[in-house]
């Protein structure tokens, strides 16, 4: 028995020395090994080793590796495509944004377009955007279910709310077909059949500009930089749109606690730490961001406890503010990345880069025309979470 007992004391000691030889010997066992890393598998990374921002993130250059050199072509792409939601009556201002996009951006790194509306598109409009680029289209039906009002909505109960909005100026506020649109992009655009195959996408409106050269790749930056949503203009929803909205999102978080991440971005969504909701926003009728942010199980039953609420229909919840909280909370706070060097407009507020990104991005807006100077802006609320 003592033997047996000697052979076993012989064999732990045999394997401590190999264990000691090895880390000194071998860098990279000796860091795979090491009681940190052991307990990082088991204990996850804990708040206390969340990175300390001293800037935004934005305030880092973007690496020139992501930009093109004149006269290139790119060689490397995400996978990833420009989602345009229009109907047939938007052609003209279809026109002047894919204009834009392709004489800016899209000409040098063709990436393919995705249109999509609840009725079939005209022979006419595909002629028309297919001539405007050699780069892929396809056009999709949404289908009924996606895009249409639910059964289950109290009908007269939602009525009365469109006539007290519309009766109150609020805009919107008697629309029905522009509820169902913020209901689709809310929850369902991501999942059309011809999204299926893409990673990241570019949303892209009717009838907005693009002030600026782009000569770099927005997706492969996203991809390789590990971000999951970005945005050019932020401000405050109309708070008669959204009374209940945020109640909801409370009720949401605290059943399911364990789906909101660490290092969040609810410092920009709220001004004491998530009683109320300050409003704030990104202007989601320009987005870049990761499809798999919308797919995955967090904000999938997250939109599903607000569809269930009848908020989008019963008020008028936009999908700018529903993305938004999805973003901040199911992604980190520095995988929500502000393209501070890329110019846009939606009427009526214009995002223009100040220098020296103004004159090297070749810039046609007014540098005095930038809604981050405006006092509602909500940019100083990003900036703070990382300051």
Known sequence: MMTRTRYVFLTL??????????????????????????????????????????EPPYKTPVPEKYYLAPNATATRKANAAVVMLARNGDLNGIVKSMSQLEAKFNHRFGYPYVFLNEEPFSDEFKRTVTALTDNKIEFGLIPHDHWFQPDWIDEPKAAASRKDMQDNNVIYGGSVP???????????????????????????????RFYCTLSYDPFLFMQDEDKKYGFTISLPEYTATIPTLWTAVKEFVKANPDLVVQDNAMGFLSDDNGDTYNNCHFWSNFEIGDLDLW???????????????GGFYYERWGDAPVHSIGAALFARKDQIHFFEDIGYRHEPFPHCPQEPMHSQNQCD???????????????????RMFT
């Open 13 to 54: 000691a045999i394997l401590i020395s190999l264990h000691y030889i090895l880390s000194f010997s071998h860098e990279s066992y000796g860091r795979a090994t090491s009681f940190d890393t052991l307990k990082k598998q088991w204990t996850g990374i804990g708040p206390q080793e969340q990175k300390v921002w001293h």
């Open 295 to 309: 797919r995955g199980e967090a904000y999938t039953k997250f939109f599903e406890h607000l569809d269930s609420k």
């Open 365 to 383: 807006c007014d540098i005095k025309e930038n809604f981050d100077r405006e006092g509602w802006s909500c940019l100083n609320r990003y900036d």
């Open 178 to 208: 522009y509820r169902n649109m913020c209901r689709f992009n809310s929850g369902f655009f991501y999942r059309h059949e011809l999204l299926q195959k893409y990673r990241y996408y570019w949303r892209v409106e009717p009838d907005v």
